[in-house]
């Protein structure tokens, strides 16, 4: 019997040993950054580099992006009112004279929803347009802004490479640093880089784009849209982007071929796949440029998104494909 009760107690002390080491494993894994198991949050917001990170996989045909939440789908934001709009505007207006941009947005943007129509959420559409061009569309830099770093060019490393880590584009890069191109790239150099992706909802009542860096919204665009209500609602996906498109007239006829004056696209095009809503099945469906400037604002096309040249080269430069949604509401 001493000895049962003897080698029991070896049993359990073995086994105590185990757990412990079990343990202390688990906890240096901690410690070190390990991941502890599928879905494990991570301890901070970390950014990727060259060195940690590579670009994100490519979305095959048959995946579809989600659908961004905050964009409007048909119902107002009851904070866009416009009792809860004018007290987002005087919270945002102390912040501005604090100089606290970042803060001064947020707010803003919380409060604010396309369809709501009324004088006080027109004025925080407008503010938060105006912000977009002073902190993201700048080559300024804000401290602890949460949609732009600030990059160091890393050994091997071109526009393109650094734009797929942050959902980007290399004409964007370029823009918020002032540089022509982006051959020069030097190792060490610093650059602004706005974290993606981009998105655009359309509201087809106000005849406006709005884009979006992630979540917040930070320009304002007038758009063209179909006749006779052909411009169908829903979410699409990027399915292309062309420069200098060829145009192949839906209803027959000839060709027209690019950089030719009566070519009704302009320089750009940007293909759009339905996978929402009424957008769901439908081909051919696009956003792109005009050459009848006089177009925006009405329905004209055979069911396109136009822009103005300006703005269509503009916008070309923001979305990208697999990640940036497109939004079509009423």
């Not at 939440?69 to 809860?84: D, L, Q």
Request: net charge positive; glycine share 10%.
């Amino acid at each position: 019997m001493a000895r049962m009760r003897s080698g029991k107690r070896r049993l359990f002390v073995a086994a105590m040993t185990m757990v412990v080491a079990s343990v202390a494993i688990w906890c240096w894994r901690g410690a070190t950054g390990q991941a502890q198991g599928p879905g494990a949050p991570a301890a901070g917001r970390t950014l990727p580099s060259a060195a940690q990170a590579e670009p994100p996989p490519p979305v095959l045909s048959h995946e579809t992006p989600a659908a961004p939440a905050t964009r409007p789908t048909g119902s107002a934001n009851p904070s866009a009112s416009s009792p809860g709009a004018s007290a987002a505007l005087a919270e945002a207006s102390a912040a501005l004279a604090a100089g606290n941009l970042v803060q001064a947005r947020r707010v803003l943007n919380q409060a604010t929803d396309p369809l709501a129509d009324n004088a006080p959420n027109e004025q925080i559409l407008q503010q938060l347009a105006k912000l977009g061009d002073e902190m993201i569309f700048s080559t300024k830099i804000l401290q602890n802004d949460p949609l732009v770093i600030k990059h160091v060019v890393e050994p091997g490393q071109n526009l393109q490479k650094i734009a797929n880590l942050y959902k980007t584009t290399a004409p964007l890069i370029c823009r918020v640093n002032g540089l022509a191109n982006g051959n020069s790239l030097r190792q060490g150099q610093p650059l602004k880089v706005v974290l993606g992706p981009f998105h655009a909802t359309v509201c087809k009542h106000s005849f406006r784009m709005y884009v979006y860096c992630q979540d917040t919204l930070v320009k304002i665009l007038p758009v063209g849209l179909g006749m006779d209500d052909k411009t169908p609602t829903g979410h699409w996906k990027i399915r292309n982007k062309l420069t200098n498109p060829r145009y192949y007239p839906p209803d027959g006829g000839p060709i027209i071929e690019p950089n030719d004056p009566k070519n009704p696209l302009g320089e750009y095009w940007i293909g759009l796949d339905g996978f929402e809503g009424a957008a769901v099945g439908k081909e051919g469906f696009g956003i792109h440029g005009t050459i009848e400037p006089q177009s925006i604002g009405t329905k004209a096309s055979k069911g396109c998104i136009r822009l103005r040249s300006e703005d269509i080269m503009f916008v070309y430069e923001l979305l990208v494909r697999h990640d940036s949604i497109v939004t079509v509401a009423d």
